[in-house]
């Protein structure tokens, strides 16, 4: 989780001010948290009480109120204006998005998650409750599933066989679409470009770069390549922990999260 947090500070900055370069400062003045960060939370939030109860409804509902939840706690993240509109439905239901905001917050569901078909399982009922047109189902799958094959141990090579089998086209590199690439927030215009960005990457710290130098939706696609970065490359380098660690000196997200994972585990015990 911490991979996609970070790759959402490191883009954060690029969002709406795209670059074509590698070089750049990771860390520097404009960078924040944004909905990518405080999304991510919320899914391991519902994540943490799918690991105590094994139900997907549980999980659903945990998750439609972990989302809402945290966005009403952290309310200037830059919110899409159809999920703004979930959040203050009395009665929220899907809306048939195919937006990239059901593949930046799935990446916890790949670690709580015992086998691949499970965890594509929990990915679907994860974009469902926002995001429940297919494009946007498959976006959260296709994250996912690299998230958890890079964590079990699979190379490269079998992650994009897999993707590409199930998923997407990755056979493209960055350099042949960079000059002509643009802002995209759908799933099927971003989450394969971010996912080639984590292919040719050679560090964690590279496949930040790779995705900010896309100039597209720079926050979201470096959290989804950063996310399976992690997973895939081991620990975060401490030198960029360490340089990471002021935007998030009072774990805003994290702390926020864990008060609702107490919250809704009380419910749950008692079945309110």
Known sequence: MLGAIIGDLVGSKYEFKGIKTKDFPLFSEGCRLTDDS?????????????????????????????????????????YGKRFLAWLSDRDPRPYNSYGNGSAMRVSPVAYVCDDLQQTEALAAASAEVTHNHPEGIKGAQAVAAAVFLARTGANKQRIKEYLQAKYYDLDFTLEQIRADYSFDVSCAGSVPQAIVCFLEAESFEDALRNAVSLGGDSDTQADIAGAIAEAYFGEIPQVILDQAAPYLQNEVVLVLYRQFVEAFSCAIRHNI
């Open 38 to 78: 405080a999304m991510t939370a919320a899914v391991a939030a519902a994540c943490f009480v799918y690991r105590q109860t094994g139900s997907t409804e549980i999980f659903k509902q945990g998750l439609v109120q972990s989302l809402r939840h945290l966005a009403r706690a952290y309310p200037n993240a830059g």
